[in-house]
């Protein structure tokens, strides 16, 4: 499989961040533009699933009839960079782009430290309202009357990266599928209402045992499952937008670098952050340059290996706050082809996973946008 086709994010036009804004529009909730022109609905419901890649669904209509039966009224959107949870996640909630809520991948340095933020672990160090300062999209609806809802696993509703991108919402803890259903038609009777659910088994499965396998694509049919049940269970209203935060790629383990086996690599990086498919690396006092220089050497066409300004020009961030950009990478490693960057000895668990994402290809970066429409016109 040939990934070198690189995608831009979408920002403000057709990407995550722009989903949340476009359904309360859409339920005629003022101040919020329908970038994404959703029909008119009394209520809605988002479906977020994670991992499930717009060219890995294409590929897949067999596992995954309902899902298959909205493509042709849907469209590709783009998730930021890195495509990757913690920064989708966030940027869904908050409506804005990675460069502007702070949660800039996987990990990343903590300004003024050598440490690095595990975004989905978090670190009881760091404040989740400093990091990510602004309101979120549930906060802001809720200030105006709407009853915003998130419906996802209950170890999740107390995490740091909750509480920066989903704060201001009412939090229904549901670990089985049977629960979600139950807990999103719920929340969605409330007329007016704004329910975002999430479901995450399909990454899982992809991390395990990669995005080709069998058991990926019965986890696919698992989640087509769950999405045509909420949809036929749904008050007639509602309407219920199907996305995902990033696809995946498979990298087979002969074709990674493993930087505790290449001291050259190693030279002049002070600290390694990201994941395997998008590399901040935090580089020592005037050794950006070198540091390009020979990463550029080791992975050629593999990898798109710029310097921290390089990138924010490139558009990948959206604009970049000051106190964000110490938290980028001062080299950023964006895999295009078929190589994932790894650490055996730091991030071992990392260095085991079968599907990867993170980086900037159209299999990581698109994303469905599918919808279902009401079954009865909303006045």
């Known amino acids: 499989m040939v990934l070198t086709d690189v995608v831009s994010p979408d920002y403000g036009a057709g990407s995550l961040a722009d989903v949340l804004p476009s359904a309360l529009a859409a339920m005629g909730v003022e101040g919020w533009p329908n970038l994404l022109d959703l029909p008119r609905a009394t209520s809605y419901v988002v479906l977020l699933v994670d991992g499930l890649g717009w060219n890995l669904l294409r590929r897949h209509d067999s596992e995954a009839p309902y899902l298959s039966s909205l493509v042709e009224d849907g469209r590709a959107i783009t998730s930021g960079v890195p495509s990757t949870t913690a920064t989708s996640l966030t940027s869904l909630g908050t409506g804005?782009?990675?460069?502007?809520?702070?949660?800039?991948?996987?990990?990343?340095?903590v300004p003024g430290t050598s440490r690095l933020l595990d975004a989905l672990k978090w670190d009881s160090r760091v404040d989740p309202l400093e990091w990510q300062p602004y309101?979120?999209?549930?906060?802001?609806?809720?200030?105006?009357?709407?009853?915003?809802?998130?419906?996802?696993?209950?170890m999740f509703e107390t995490s740091g990266l909750t509480r920066a991108g989903q704060r201001g919402a009412a939090y229904h803890g549901a670990d089985l599928v049977g629960e979600r259903i139950s807990s999103t038609v719920a929340a969605a009777g409330e007329p007016g209402s704004l329910t975002y659910v999430y479901d995450g088994e399909l990454d899982s499965t992809g991390h395990r045992h990669g995005c080709r396998s069998w058991a990926w694509r019965y986890q696919l049919a698992m989640v087509d499952g769950l999405a045509q049940t909420l949809?036929?269970?749904?008050?007639?209203?509602?309407?219920?937008?199907?996305?995902?935060?990033?696809g995946m790629v498979d990298i087979a383990m002969e074709s990674r670098v493993d930087v505790d086996?290449?001291?050259?690599?190693?030279?002049?990086?002070?600290?390694?952050?990201?994941?395997?498919?998008?590399?901040?690396?935090?580089?020592?006092?005037?050794?950006?340059?070198?540091?390009?220089?020979?990463?550029?050497?080791?992975?050629?066409?593999?990898?798109?290996?710029?310097?921290?300004?390089?990138?924010?020009?490139?558009?990948?961030?959206?604009?970049?706050?000051?106190?964000?950009r110490p938290r980028l990478g001062d080299v950023i490693v964006a895999s295009v082809g078929e190589v994932a960057v790894v650490s055996s000895e730091r991030f071992?668990?990392?260095?085991?996973?079968?599907?990867?994402?993170?980086?900037?290809?159209s299999e990581e970066m698109l994303v469905p946008l599918l919808l279902h429409p009401p079954r009865s016109p909303a006045i």
């Open 96 to 109: 804005l782009a990675p460069g502007t809520h702070g949660v800039v991948g996987f990990t990343s340095r």
């Open 348 to 361: 071992r668990h990392e260095a085991t996973l079968v599907g990867l994402h993170g980086s900037v290809t």
């Open 231 to 246: 949809r036929s269970a749904l008050p007639r209203d509602a309407g219920l937008v199907v996305v995902a935060d990033h």
């Open 261 to 324: 086996q290449e001291p050259e690599l190693r030279r002049g990086v002070s600290l390694m952050g990201g994941e395997a498919r998008f590399r901040h690396l935090y580089c020592e006092s005037g050794e950006v340059s070198d540091v390009v220089a020979r990463w550029r050497d080791r992975l050629g066409d593999l990898a798109i290996v710029v310097a921290r300004d390089d990138a924010v020009a490139l558009g990948w961030f959206g604009a970049v706050e000051p106190t964000v």
């Open 135 to 154: 309101p979120t999209v549930f906060e802001r609806a809720a200030r105006t009357g709407v009853p915003v809802n998130v419906v996802s696993q209950r």
